[in-house]
C-alpha cells in the first residue's frame, strides 16, 4: 500500500516525532511501534520529560512550606504551571485553577463538594448516555447519599446527542448538566456552547468533562461560560497523576473543602478548622508538584505547535483513516461522520467476528496498539448492542502511514479469520 500524501497537513510530524524517544521503539522482529491509543494516554517529548527530570535534579523541595531557599524554587515552578493551565484555559484567575489527580479526581471533587451541599430529594443531575464512567459513578454515588436523581440524554443512531430529548429532560428540577465536550469512543463533539446556555436558562450549573477535548482543540472558559471544566495531564502529553478542575470563582468559593488535611487549612484548633482560601482550599497535602510541572512544560510545548494545526491534523487523520478502513468492506464504525468527528475511530467487524479483543491482540503482533473494549462507557455500548469495540485514536505525532499500517494489519487480521472459519 502507498501512503496518499497530504497536501495541506499542517504539521512537520517527522519534526515532532523526534521528541518522543518511545516513539522510535520497534517491537519483535524490529516491527515499529505504531501507537494509536492517545484516548487511553499519549505519549511525552523530551522536553516534558526534561522538565520534570530538571525539577528532581535542581529544584525540588515541598512548595508552600519551607522557608527555605529550595522550597521558593519549587514552590514558583508549581505556582508558574498554574499559570500556564489559567493562560490556556483562558480562566479569570489562578484561584481558579485547582490541581488534581485528573479528570476523575477533579469530577469526584466537585459531586463531593458541590452536590452534597447543594443537592437533596427533587434535584436532578442531567448527563448523557455517551459519558465516561468518571462522569457518571459519582454522580450515581452523589444520588445516593443525597435522594437526589440521574437523568441520561440519549444518543441517536449516528452517535450524536439526542437534544430534542435534552430539551425535554433540562427542566426546573435539573440543577447540574454533566457532559463531555468529546466522546472518548464516537469522537462526537457535542455542542457545549449551546448545552451551557440552555442549562443557565433553566438554572442548571454545568460540569465539562474536558478530557477529549481539551488537549485537542482550544476551549475559553470565560467566553463558554461553563461553570466546571475537568481534564488530565496524561492525555495532552504531560504526566499521570495530575489533573485541573477549572471552576468559577464564586462557586468554588461557596464550596466546602473535599479532602481534608495540610496545606487546605488557615487554621487548625482541636475543636474545629479553617478552610484557607483558594486554590489552597482543594489542594490536600502534598501536591502533584512534578506532575503539575510536567504539565506545564506540555502546555508549552502545545502552544508553540497551536491547538488550530494539531486540530487539523487530526482530522486529516481521522477521515483519511475512515476512508482506508472503509476500504475493507467488512467494518462497522460508530459516531459521526468523520468530517464531523474527533480524532477517534471506534469499530467492529461485522458480525462481531473476530472479537475486538481479538483485533487488539493480534494488531499488537503487527506493533499496532489500538484499544478493545467498552472503554469505561459501558452504557454506551449498551446502546449500540456491543460489548467490546476496537478503538484506534490519534495525537499530533501520528501519520497517514501509521493508519496505512493498521489498515493493512486489520486486513490480515481479517484473512487469519477467514481461513480459521
Ligand atoms: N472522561 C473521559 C471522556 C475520558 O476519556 C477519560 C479517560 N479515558 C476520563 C474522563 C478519565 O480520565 P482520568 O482517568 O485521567 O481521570
Same mark, same amino acid.
Given at each position: ?29 524490529? !516491527?515499529?511501534? /505504531?501507537?494509536?491509543? *492517545?484516548?487511553?494516554? &499519549?505519549?511525552? %517529548?523530551?522536553?516534558? +520529560?526534561? =522538565? ?124 447540574? !448538566?454533566?457532559? /463531555?465536550?468529546?466522546? *472518548?469512543?464516537?469522537? &462526537?463533539?457535542? %455542542?457545549?456552547?449551546? +448545552?451551557? =446556555? ?138 459521526? %461522520? ?84
Amino acid at each position: 500500500m502507498t501512503t496518499d500524501a497530504c497536501r495541506t497537513c499542517p504539521l512537520d510530524t517527522d519534526k515532532i516525532r523526534a521528541d518522543f524517544p518511545i516513539l522510535a521503539k520497534t517491537l519483535h522482529d524490529g !516491527v515499529p511501534l /505504531t501507537y494509536l491509543d *492517545n484516548a487511553a494516554t &499519549t505519549q511525552r %517529548p523530551r522536553q516534558v +520529560i526534561q =522538565a520534570m527530570v530538571e525539577t528532581y535534579e535542581h529544584h525540588y523541595a515541598n512548595v508552600h512550606r519551607g522557608i527555605h531557599w529550595l522550597s521558593d524554587q519549587s514552590t514558583d515552578l508549581y505556582e508558574d504551571a498554574r499559570e500556564k493551565v489559567r493562560t490556556f484555559i483562558n480562566a479569570s484567575a489562578r484561584e481558579e485553577v485547582i490541581f488534581t489527580t485528573g479528570t476523575t479526581g477533579a469530577i469526584n471533587l466537585v459531586a463531593r463538594s458541590w452536590g452534597d451541599a447543594n443537592l437533596g430529594p427533587g434535584d436532578e443531575i442531567l448527563l448523557t448516555e455517551m459519558e465516561h464512567h468518571s462522569n457518571l459513578v459519582p454522580w450515581h454515588q452523589l444520588a445516593e447519599r443525597t435522594g437526589a436523581k440521574v437523568v441520561a440524554v440519549p444518543v441517536t443512531d449516528d452517535g450524536k446527542l439526542d437534544l430534542e430529548s435534552f430539551d425535554r429532560l433540562l427542566t426546573e428540577r435539573t440543577r447540574m !448538566v454533566a457532559v /463531555t465536550a468529546v466522546s *472518548n469512543v464516537l469522537g &462526537t463533539i457535542n %455542542p457545549i456552547e449551546q +448545552i451551557v =446556555a440552555k442549562a443557565h436558562v433553566a438554572g442548571a450549573l454545568v460540569l465539562i468533562d474536558g478530557a477529549q477535548s481539551v488537549p485537542h482543540r482550544a476551549i475559553d472558559v470565560e467566553a463558554l461560560g461553563a461553570d466546571f471544566l475537568a481534564f488530565s495531564g496524561h492525555k495532552m502529553m504531560g504526566p499521570s497523576g495530575v489533573g485541573v478542575l477549572w471552576g468559577k470563582r464564586e462557586l468554588l468559593e461557596a464550596m466546602p473543602p473535599f479532602l481534608g488535611g495540610g496545606s487546605m487549612i488557615r487554621r487548625v484548633r482541636l475543636d474545629g478548622f479553617e478552610p484557607a482560601d483558594l486554590p489552597a482550599k482543594f489542594e490536600a497535602g502534598t501536591p502533584p508538584i512534578v506532575p503539575a510541572i510536567g504539565l506545564g512544560a506540555a502546555i508549552d510545548y502545545l502552544g508553540a505547535i497551536g491547538l488550530g494545526a494539531v486540530a487539523q491534523h487530526e482530522h486529516d487523520l481521522t477521515v483519511y483513516a475512515h476512508r482506508v478502513l472503509g476500504e475493507l468492506g467488512t467494518l462497522r464504525f460508530f459516531g459521526p %461522520p468523520p468530517e464531523e468527528k474527533s480524532g477517534i475511530v471506534s469499530f467492529v467487524f461485522e458480525n462481531n467476528r473476530p472479537h475486538a479483543h481479538d483485533i487488539a491482540q493480534l494488531l499488537d503482533r503487527h506493533g499496532v496498539a489500538v484499544r478493545a473494549g467498552h472503554h469505561c462507557a459501558m452504557p454506551l455500548h449498551k446502546r449500540f448492542n456491543v460489548n467490546a469495540t476496537a478503538r484506534a485514536s490519534f495525537y499530533l505525532y501520528n501519520t497517514r502511514e501509521e493508519v496505512d499500517r493498521l489498515a493493512e494489519a486489520l486486513t490480515q487480521v481479517q484473512q487469519v479469520f477467514r481461513r480459521r472459519r
